[in-house]
C-alpha cells in the first residue's frame, strides 16, 4: 500500500479482479472473456474497463526494458557497422558490374535510374522503340544480376 500510487478502493477491487480472474481460469481452464470478468465481478463491462484502465496507474515496468537497445523508440536509425560494410561491398560490385555492360545498357540504366527517365523519354533521347528500350533494360539488369551472383558465389 505504502509504495502504490492507488487508492485504496481501487486496490481492494483489483485484488478482487485477480481473484476472479484466477477462480475463472481455474473453472474454465482459459483465459476469462471481459463479459465473464465483469458478470462474476457484478458490474458492466464498461465498468470493468474503467477500473483496467486506473488498474494500470500502477503499472510499473523497469527502466531497462522500456530503454533496451531492441526498444523500436530508441533504436538508432543507422545501419550496423555489418550492414555498412555489407552496403559498401554491394556498392563497390555493382561498380564493377557496371563496367561489363554495353554502352547502350549502360546509357539505359542510366539514363533510367540516375536521370529517371521513363521509357518513352528513353526512346526519344536513343531514337529507338519503347519495346528496344524495354529489352536492353532487361538484359542489363540480367547481366547485373549474374555478374553478382557469380561475383558472391566465387567470393
Request: proline share 1%; hydrophobic share 35%; glycine share 4%.
Amino acid at each position: 500500500r505504502k509504495s502504490s500510487n492507488l487508492c485504496r478502493t481501487t486496490i481492494q477491487i483489483k485484488k478482487r479482479y485477480n481473484q476472479v480472474v484466477q477462480g475463472l481460469q481455474t473453472q474454465y481452464m482459459r483465459q476469462p472473456t471481459h463479459s465473464e470478468i465483469a458478470t462474476n465481478m457484478g458490474m458492466s463491462e464498461h465498468e470493468l474497463h474503467e477500473w483496467e484502465q486506473a488498474f494500470q496507474a500502477n503499472a510499473h515496468e523497469s527502466l531497462a526494458d522500456v530503454y533496451d537497445q531492441y526498444s523500436i523508440w530508441y533504436a538508432s536509425e543507422e545501419d550496423s557497422p555489418e550492414e555498412k560494410l555489407g552496403n559498401e561491398e554491394l556498392k563497390e560490385l555493382l561498380k564493377s558490374a557496371l563496367h561489363t555492360l554495353s554502352e547502350r545498357e549502360t546509357l539505359v540504366i542510366q539514363l533510367y535510374y540516375i536521370e529517371e527517365l521513363n521509357v518513352f523519354e528513353i526512346a526519344e533521347v536513343m531514337e529507338i522503340s519503347t519495346g528496344r528500350v524495354s529489352q536492353i533494360k532487361k538484359s542489363a539488369i540480367a547481366n547485373l544480376r549474374s555478374f553478382i551472383t557469380n561475383a558472391q558465389h566465387v567470393g
